[in-house]
């Protein structure tokens, strides 16, 4: 393990300097392997935050006057730094969120791949022309950026999360105060110093630390603050949402998903099976994207189940770096108890463990079910481990109904041979992403990618925050 020693503690980044918390509080970070001490973290206040919004504001009106090419350049320049620094990147995702090494690396290549398309951004920061009814007048549209920038992000991908939404921030000539994840503070202090060593001006970039709970209304409720960028739970989503709504901030949320998969009896299964497993055991099924959900024709039912069972059984559940590990351990003993809560009642009100279902240390077996019903808590809520339920169907047009029985509109997917009904399906299901033939897991950093209802408002990528992250103003010359 590549703990940090105790000694050391996470600073913050304020105004281009590392500093302890104001108060010289910290908190500790747990290796959600064994729960050993891997770091510990300044416990930033709400001072601390208004310290680094009101840095961030002063970074603003020369940092939005730089010139396309120099944000392309240190952006350019953040890609090579995160490459020379790839293994301490990757390292951080094993050790402090328990990230086994294939996702880490997906996760590591995904981030270079946004940091990139960040960096391509900066010179498509376009308005347009507008016909005019009025006689020689010439009508535009100019875009500028909005100012500072909230982006809070979630424990589970916060390379990507982070490599995204910063980037595409700066991109557009915002600057930012970035509150990570508790659980993954180290991550982002080491894209913190990756960003300063590129040369981004003071300001530009700031981390605070803490406790969400604590100080996130210090940032999202802060009068300064012009933008929220916002993944993360639902519940924690909708309460920043009525913020953003009392200040008339606007704001993007990327939160929870229960998101549906749709088998059907032409489907090619020798095709579809490793997608399948893959929708939901990455990372041991903590990805709000990941396919909680299955309905499969009656014929393919079950050959499906004993399919996917052999699969399941078969994941590796070893060192988090050999190559061949795909469960992780969930992320704290709130969420571990959250998963067995929702195993236990299913089971309960009687359903079936195909397999899975037992625990190894704080990692959680991969676990399909059988004869889930409406009155389990598994049914309807994100259960956020590697665990899914299978559902038989009578038709196509059952499986739509029941995909869209949900509250929760993020990612979907539909496995057919039959191209009407799969386009009929990407048309009807209520979810922001569709996948015809693949996994509900699938992300690229041009792509619109978000999710309705309860999964959240707006979509983030390069095309989708440039829109979020700046605004349009209307400007004519009488000629
Ligand atoms: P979480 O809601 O517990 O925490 C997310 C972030 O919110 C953290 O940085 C936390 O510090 C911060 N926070 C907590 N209280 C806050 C407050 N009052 N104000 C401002 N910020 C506050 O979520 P998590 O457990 O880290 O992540 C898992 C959740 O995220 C799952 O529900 C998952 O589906 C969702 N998620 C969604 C997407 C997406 O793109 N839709 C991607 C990844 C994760």
């Known amino acids: ?74 952006l350019l320049r953040v ?23 294939q996702k880490a690396m997906f996760e590591f290549n995904k981030a270079l791949t946004m940091v990139r398309a960040a960096a391509g951004l900066c010179r498509n920061v376009r308005g347009e022309t507008i016909p005019s009814d009025a006689p020689g007048k010439f009508s535009m549209s100019i875009r500028k950026p909005l100012g500072v920038v909230a982006v809070i992000t979630p424990f589970n991908v916060p390379l990507i999360k982070t490599a995204r939404l910063v980037g595409n921030a700066l991109a557009v000539g915002n600057t930012v105060v970035h509150l990570p994840s508790e659980m993954a503070p180290h991550l982002t202090v080491l894209f913190a110093e990756i960003v300063a060593e590129a040369g981004f001006p003071a300001g530009t970039y700031n981390v605070v630390t803490g406790l969400g709970h604590e100080i996130g209304d210090d940032l999202t409720a802060h009068k300064e603050i012009n933008f929220v960028t916002f993944t993360g739970s639902t519940i ?37 099976m490793p997608l399948v497993a893959r929708s939901i055991f990455m990372f041991g099924g ?21 399919r996917f069972a052999m699969i399941a059984g078969k994941l590796g559940m070893g060192d988090l770096r050999d190559p061949n590990t795909v469960i992780a351990p969930i992320i704290s003993d709130r969420q571990r108890q959250r998963v067995k809560d929702h195993i236990a009642d299913a089971v309960a009100k009687g359903a079936t463990v195909v397999t899975g279902g037992e625990w190894e240390g704080n990692r959680c077996q991969p676990t399909l079910l059988t004869g889930v019903s409406g009155e389990m808590t598994i049914c309807k809520d994100e259960t956020f481990g590697p665990v899914t339920s299978i559902y038989p169907i009578d038709s196509y047009e059952e499986g739509l109904e029941k995909a869209n029985d949900t509250e929760y509109g993020l990612s979907s997917a ?36 978000g999710g309705n209802g309860e999964s959240g408002v707006g979509r ?16 004519t010359v009488q000629l």
């Open 1 to 74: 393990m590549v703990a940090i020693t105790e000694t050391k503690t996470l600073q913050l980044f304020i105004g281009g300097d590392w500093g302890d918390a104001k108060n010289g509080e910290t908190f500790e970070v747990l290796n959600p392997l064994d729960d050993s001490l891997y770091c510990h973290a300044a416990k930033g206040s709400g001072d601390d935050m208004r310290r680094a919004v009101a840095a961030a504001k002063a970074a603003f009106p020369a940092f939005k006057e730089t010139s396309p090419t120099q944000r392309e350049r240190w």
């Open 79 to 101: 890609a090579e730094l995160m490459e020379e620094r790839q293994k301490e990147l990757v390292d951080c995702l094993i050790d402090e969120i328990g990230s086994p090494v």
């Open 236 to 272: 924690v989503g909708q309460h920043i949402n009525e913020i953003c709504a009392r200040n008339k901030t606007p704001a993007t949320l990327e939160l929870g998903g229960k998101s549906p998969t749709v088998i059907m009896a032409d489907a090619d299964l020798d095709k579809a």
């Open 286 to 306: 903590q990805a709000c994207i990941g396919s909680s959900r299955f309905y499969v024709e009656r014929p393919i039912f079950d050959e499906f189940v004993k």
């Open 414 to 449: 539909i496995f057919t041979k039959d191209i009407n009904r799969a386009f009929h399906f990407a048309k009807n299901i209520e979810a922001g992403m569709c996948h015809i033939n693949g996994p509900t897991i699938h992300d690229e950093a041009h792509v619109p990618f």
């Open 460 to 475: 983030e990528g390069t095309d989708a925050d440039m829109d979020a992250m700046t605004e349009l103003k209307w400007v």
